[in-house]
């Protein structure tokens, strides 16, 4: 099922992708993110049942936190233009979470 979502510009966006994070993560942000906008020109994704975004800074780094734009807190991040491989954790987070399409 393809999804239509509406960016912050007004922009629609037809996707069908969601992704899975895995891994022994603290605090515990695993589960499956469905599509959430366009954020800095990029899909960007929420948690399915919690509090946790996956976003694109606009520059060259993917993010995983609490905050879609900012990072307090615990937090990982990913230095690449593709959302999927491994996130390092940042601001007091444990474990490599790993991003993968589903």
Known sequence: M???????TGAT???DEKY???????????GDYLPDGIYNGKMSYS??????????????????????????GPHWCRTAPTIEGQYGPLGGAT?????TEI
């Open 20 to 30: 899975e994070v895995t891994g022994t993560l603290s605090p515990d942000v695993t």
């Open 47 to 72: 948690h399915a049942v919690g509090v946790f975004f996956i976003w694109w800074n606009g520059i060259a780094t993917w993010y995983i936190s609490g905050i879609k734009g900012g990072m307090p």
């Open 95 to 99: 474990g490599i979470a790993t991003v």
């Open 2 to 8: 393809k999804l239509s979502v509406v960016s912050r």
């Open 13 to 15: 966006q037809v996707t």
